[in-house]
């Protein structure tokens, strides 16, 4: 169970990423979120995957306030948590078997990801996941030999390696074509339900958040403007959420910050 | 709206060139480096008679023994220096990088981790402050003449460089694969080998090979104040005044120079 009350997070300047917002969500449940551009649906995710911390108000995942555990305990639930981006982060030189073992790292002891590093401890397993993926031949080739959809598709196997309890897709289908973005979303769908487990996918196309989930939350400058089951959501519903939002996208964060170069110590004597 | 007729950035570089000037016409004067006295007639012979001696470059079978083995010297004290200066720099760096930290990730304050940081960077200054000629003349008092001298200044120097430079080359690489291990839970060691090391390698390689290539250099020098190798060779002929093995010093020096460039060349190609 998710329940976040009268929770809230502020940018320095005081601006709200998201505004008192009361949710809860149970397990089982697969929730798309949608909205602008600005709508808070990545600050939601990462607030619900306890990797930011709320500015005000409490989130609980099962009971537990994340943030009032100590470092060990809050690692161990963060292994619990199954996150997905919109670009693949995964080092173009690793192989696929290592990106998808990667997936386990938080629950494995150090001996154990340092042994699988010198030599794979679990080829099997990793070829199971990759395999109703269509991927199980390209096991042991570099991840920057594979095209945009089949590293997302890696994505996909590691996410699926880890088996989590809760699975959070931070615009998982946004960078590929309409065809694959309909198989990525199918495939999470289709693990959450077979597993029981809670997903919570934000999302830009609106027909797959309803075609394909349970429940769909509509979001707009940090508020809940709706929140139904998919079955229930209207057009006007649609229309309203999106009506002259296109001056949100100004109030887009990048969350990916890539450091420029330094210059190197060179001394050379 | 008006268009100036002169190059408005003029005014600027003007500012600069006057400013270099004023800075390099005092330093060149303390520096007392006159380029007049190289070409005085007098200081021409002299330089002439010492080059002189450098010919023919010595040949003989015994000298070239020495001329081997000495070689072989540099070679292992540049090589163990390094490979020493490694083990030291490797958990310096890890110690001092932000990039692993869990704290900067999702901004709750770890005070013992940021001490930990701060007392690692500073040993890191201390480590490569002391220049290795330094340590060379400290370390020849403990172990007497030979490479072992040498080995162990370039093994603090070159760690404490080493150590510093890794850690801003793990903070300057794509950090979102490592971001999202340590997100979903995994350890810092984990996340290193999974997420930074994967797109961090080459430079790490290309970096301390190039540095490897510095310490032959210095392993040269070093052995003037008696910490081995070709340096210490080429001190003992300097002294005997004879310029043919000087001469034949000088050529293995610079062959060798040549092949450790051609080899970290190599090498950083390899690893791309």
Known sequence: MITLAALSVAYADGRRALDDLDLSIAPGERVALIGPSGAGKTTLLRVIGASLRPTAGQLQLDGVDPWALGSGPLQALRARIGKMHQAPPIPPRQRVITAVLAGRLGQWPLWRAVASLVYPLDIAGTRAVLEPLGLAERLFDRCDQLSGGQLQRVALARLFYQKPEIVLADEPVSALDPALARSVAVALNEDAKRRDVTLIASLHAVDLALSEFSRVIGLREGRIVFDRPAAQVLTADIDALYAGASHAAAHDTPDQHVPSAKPRLTRCA | ?272
């Open chain 2, 1 to 272: 709206m008006s268009v100036s007729q002169h190059d408005p950035a003029a005014r600027g570089r003007a500012t600069a060139l006057v400013v270099a000037v004023c800075v390099l016409w005092p330093l060149l004067q303390v520096a007392q480096f006159e380029p007049a006295v190289l070409f005085d007639a007098g200081n021409l012979a002299t330089l002439g008679g010492f080059l002189g001696t450098f010919l023919p470059p010595a040949t003989d079978a015994n000298f070239l023994g020495y001329l081997a083995s000495a070689t072989l010297d540099t070679l292992a004290i540049a090589t163990i220096g390094i490979a020493l200066a490694m083990l030291i720099a490797v958990p310096l760096a890890l110690l001092s990088t932000r990039s692993l930290s869990i704290g900067r990730l999702d901004g709750r304050l770890r005070p013992v981790s940021e001490v930990i940081r701060v007392i690692a960077r500073g040993l890191t200054l201390v480590l490569r402050g002391v220049p290795e000629l330094v340590w060379a003349l400290v370390f020849v008092r403990i172990f007497g003449l030979g490479p072992a001298a040498g080995v162990a200044a370039l093994a603090i120097t070159y760690g404490g460089m080493l150590a510093k430079v890794y850690s801003e080359i793990l903070e300057s690489s794509d950090l979102s694969p490592t971001r999202a291990l340590l997100a979903a839970g995994s350890g810092r060691l984990a996340a290193l080998g999974y997420g930074l090391l994967p797109v961090a390698s080459d430079e790490l390689v290309s970096y301390t090979v190039y540095r490897w290539e510095c310490a032959v250099r210095a392993s040269v020098v070093m052995g003037f104040v008696g910490a081995g190798g070709l340096g210490q060779l080429m001190d003992q002929s300097m002294k005997m005044l004879n310029g043919g093995e000087a001469c034949s010093i000088l050529i293995t020096f610079l062959l060798l120079v040549m092949a450790a460039d051609a080899l970290s060349a190599w090498l950083r190609r390899q690893v791309r």
